[in-house]
């Protein structure tokens, strides 16, 4: 139980293009997703906390304008890198947290993003 | 916000032998502790974690201890086999409504086991 994916795992697009990430949550109910990017040899950093129906909470130094989610339901949230640059190449992980549940995320597989 | 240090950023061990990372946290108000390990290019699994209630638990060749007062906590890993080669990441949170219970991820571990 607790599967979470992530569509597509790996994307290579043109600088200036948006790419767009899912999450879903396959087998529970998530009141909570959140968005982590993680460089290479690095631990995760947090970029924003998405909560079904409500706007995302982003962290500080992360631009909501560039990176836009969207919490539609309780099994999906997607992450949309707006006009990405080469430095926006990462590893971009999701994770989702059980609704009424305990405080443990279960992450999603990871998408790696390569601007050329 | 919470801070947490992590170390060693390396760690090299003879397979049998046990591994030991420790991790520090800023905020005395957390009260949730995983630890997670990242096998490369792979998703975090969750191996293990610790409440602040309780000051050690265990799971087969994994143990966490936490030492509310010194504010800190650290992973055990007896025998050490060669699958035990990843990333161990720490982390911690203060799990509240009202701060969407936010894990704060140390830098890693990056432990391999020589065969």
């Known amino acids: 139980g607790a599967v979470v994916s992530q569509h597509p795992s790996w994307v290579i697009c043109k600088s200036g293009t948006s790419v767009k990430i899912e999450c879903r949550s396959l087998?529970?109910?998530?009141?909570?997703m959140f968005w982590y990017r993680q460089f290479p040899k690095q631990s995760l950093m947090l970029m924003a906390t998405?909560?079904?129906?409500?706007?995302?909470?982003?962290e500080q130094g992360v631009e909501k304008d560039k990176f836009l989610i969207n919490h539609a339901s309780l099994t999906l949230s997607t992450l949309t890198v707006t006009s990405a640059h080469p430095e926006d190449s990462s590893f971009y992980i999701c994770?989702?947290?059980?609704?009424?549940?305990?405080?443990?995320?279960?992450f999603g597989p990871g998408t790696r993003l390569l601007v050329l | 916000g919470e801070n947490v240090e992590q170390h060693p950023s390396t760690l090299s061990v003879q397979e049998g032998d046990s591994a030991v990372i420790k991790c520090t946290y800023s905020?005395?108000?957390?009260?949730?502790f995983p630890w997670y390990k990242q096998e490369l290019g792979k998703r975090p699994q969750l191996i293990i974690d610790?409440?602040?209630?309780?000051g050690e638990k265990k799971d087969q060749r994994i143990a966490v201890t936490l030492n509310k007062t010194a504010k800190h906590f650290s992973l055990h890993i007896t025998e050490t086999q060669p699958e035990d080669s990843a990333v161990y990441f720490c982390?911690?949170?203060?799990?509240?409504?009202?701060?969407?219970?936010?894990?704060?991820f140390g830098a890693g571990t990056t432990v391999t086991v020589r065969a």
């Open positions: 994770s989702a947290r059980l609704l009424a549940g305990t405080e443990t995320q279960y």
């Open positions: 087998d529970f109910q998530a009141t909570t």
């Open positions: 998405s909560n079904e129906g409500s706007k995302a909470t982003y």
């Open positions: 905020d005395s108000a957390s009260n949730y």
């Open positions: 610790i409440r602040s209630n309780v």
């Open positions: 982390a911690a949170s203060l799990t509240a409504l009202s701060n969407d219970y936010k894990l704060s």
